[in-house]
């Protein structure tokens, strides 16, 4: 009896979500270092707000296995960043670069503040 | 001077508000205004009788739309699309991730408004124009994807985003 439970329990260790996942696996830390630092600044295509890293819809799944690529083919950081947003849009980027229009992204908020200062301090020595 | 000021002060709100109001207004569906053209990807892949794809069958004016037999919203839009290839609207099927019998089956069912479905069952060249999933649609003029709309396409999509390019397209040509 215990022996026909033992080998029923056995089965739910094959069970395990993990099967489901790639696993990946890279030549040194430091590509697994930046792979996880790529996926976690990739938005995902399909969520309203989300890393690749933490979804698991099929784009994502797709996205995560070509930036695994490219990271074990040699590329930069930024040149996986552009492949990406080439494909999927500026939207894809969760650190926009610093160019044309993203500057107001970027600095925007530091101009603003700026200008509520200088507001700020002319309305008081008024 | 303390006037001046005062004014200013008061515009400012105003200024932010609109400039939100702005971008907030924006309709989700009908976006993409700033869609950049780019070539078709390359790519080297069968349609779904099994005989390679020609890049000169993408030539001309082109609606690709991407489907798969387990896309429900692909059964919500199939009748629009039919409507559109009655009005001989020259589309082509992208068959994301799925397997050729199931499609074949699906076409068999369901009817077949496309010119040719190609075969992409690891979703490469759909990786490789940005989609998302299933359905999505892009217009094709001349090898350059000059537009896209994700998830279901219907009549009010059709004629704000993809049916002024292609009466622009054909101005110029």
Redesign the interface.
Same mark, same amino acid.
């Given at each position: 009896m215990s022996k026909k439970f033992l080998i029923l329990f056995s089965f739910l260790l094959l069970s395990t979500p993990s099967f489901n996942q790639m696993v990946y696996e890279f030549n040194d830390s430091l590509q697994e270092k930046r792979f996880y630092a790529l996926i976690s600044e990739i938005r995902c295509p399909k969520c309203t707000s989300g890393s690749i890293a933490s979804s698991d819809a099929p784009v994502s799944r797709d996205l995560k296995n070509k930036v695994y690529e490219l990271v074990l083919a040699g590329s930069t950081d930024q040149e996986i960043k552009k492949y990406v947003s080439e494909r999927f849009g500026d939207f894809s980027d969760y650190r926009p670069a610093l160019e044309g229009p993203n500057y107001f992204l970027w600095f925007g908020p530091f101009v603003f503040l700026g200008l509520m200062l200088v507001i700020f301090f002319i309305k008081r020595r008024v | 001077?303390?006037q001046s !000021?005062r004014f !200013?002060?008061l515009l !400012?709100p105003l200024i932010v508000l609109t400039f939100f109001a702005k971008v907030l207004l924006v309709n989700e569906d009908i976006k993409l205004p700033n869609f950049e053209s %780019?070539d078709f990807p390359l790519f080297q892949l069968n349609d779904l009788n099994g005989n390679p794809v020609q890049s000169r069958s993408l030539e001309g004016i082109k609606l690709i739309n991407v489907w798969a037999s387990w896309c429900i919203t692909c059964l919500v839009e199939h009748p629009f699309l039919t409507n559109l290839s009655k009005q001989n609207i020259q589309i082509v099927g992208l068959n994301y %991730?799925d397997s050729d019998s199931k499609a074949n089956a699906w076409l068999q069912k369901h009817g077949n408004p496309y010119l040719f479905s190609i075969f992409d069952p690891r &979703?490469d060249l759909a990786?490789?124009? &940005?989609?998302? &999933?299933a359905p999505e649609s892009y217009l094709i003029i001349n090898n350059k994807v000059v537009g896209h709309i994700q998830g279901e396409m219907n009549q009010i999509k059709w004629e704000t985003i993809f049916l002024p390019l292609i009466q622009k397209a054909q101005q110029g040509s």
């Open positions: - | 001077m303390n !000021l !200013l002060i !400012l %780019k %991730k &979703g990786f490789d124009l &940005g989609v998302t &999933g």
